[in-house]
């Protein structure tokens, strides 16, 4: 059974108009990440969620937002997508556990965004 | 800052050959993670394993197995009798022992199995 989900698989749209990517999860994990790949490239991470808490990377574009209505569900919205953010949109989740470690990150199967 | 290096691009060996991917990492933290991980054509990027700074010792599991040398940072995988299903692109990480466990990627190797 899929524990990390991603919606779409493949997402199209249009120079400037905004995007909603879906990722959820059923391992109750209360920490959620937010990886952009492009290319031949690394996983970049945006950002990550610890519960409720939002933690942006410093180099993270202000174009790219985030929500967690809940501990299930995570959105990645990109506000006026441009041709460099074409990028397979990956979504990652782990607990954070006693003492302040935490454990491993299980991905979901990404989103590929194509931004015509 | 932490760095992953994975100096091999592109590997391409024929099948039921033994093949390793280097990794060597740079950081100034004293405890840490390193990990790899496969990502398959499909995209998802699926784990292999995580090891502690302070766990030396070699693991191996089935096919796979990782040689981990502190005094070299280095954290390489050795894939034994290799199979068309093993290619993918093969990536390193480091992260942070506690908080958040950011993983910073090395570039990823290329690994093609050829029948």
């Known amino acids: 059974d899929a524990m990390v989900i991603q919606n779409p698989r493949y997402q199209v749209t249009q120079f400037g108009k905004p995007v909603t990517l879906s990722c959820s999860q059923t391992?109750?994990?209360?920490?959620m990440y937010w990886y952009q790949q492009k290319s031949s490239q690394a996983p970049k991470l945006l950002f990550h969620?610890?519960?409720?808490?939002?933690?942006n990377e410093a180099d993270t574009p202000d174009n790219f937002q985030s929500r967690r209505p809940n501990t299930s569900f995570c959105f990645l919205d990109i506000r006026s997508p441009g041709l460099g953010d074409a990028a397979m949109y990956l979504c990652?989740?782990?607990?954070?556990?006693?003492?302040?470690?935490?454990?491993?990150?299980?991905f979901g199967p990404g989103t590929r965004l194509t931004v015509l | 800052a932490q760095k992953v290096t994975q100096a091999q691009t592109e590997i391409s060996v024929v099948e039921k050959e033994d093949v390793t991917l280097d990794c060597v990492y740079e950081?100034?933290?004293?405890?840490?993670?390193l990990f790899w991980y496969k990502q398959p054509p499909s995209g998802e990027l699926v784990f292999l394993i995580r090891?502690?700074?302070?766990?030396?010792q070699n693991e191996i599991s089935g096919r796979y197995s990782w040689n981990f040398q502190k005094s070299t940072s280095s954290f390489n995988f050795t894939i034994t009798a290799s199979q068309v299903v093993d290619s993918a692109v093969y990536f390193c990480?480091?992260?942070?022992?506690?908080?958040?466990?950011?993983?910073?990627f090395g570039q990823g190797t290329r690994l093609t199995i050829n029948p």
């Open positions: 990652a989740t782990s607990r954070r556990l006693a003492g302040g470690f935490t454990d491993t990150q299980y």
């Open positions: 969620y610890y519960d409720k808490d939002f933690n």
């Open positions: 391992l109750n994990h209360n920490v």
């Open positions: 950081t100034r933290d004293t405890t840490y993670y």
């Open positions: 090891r502690n700074s302070f766990d030396e």
């Open positions: 990480a480091l992260s942070e022992a506690q908080g958040a466990q950011k993983l910073v």
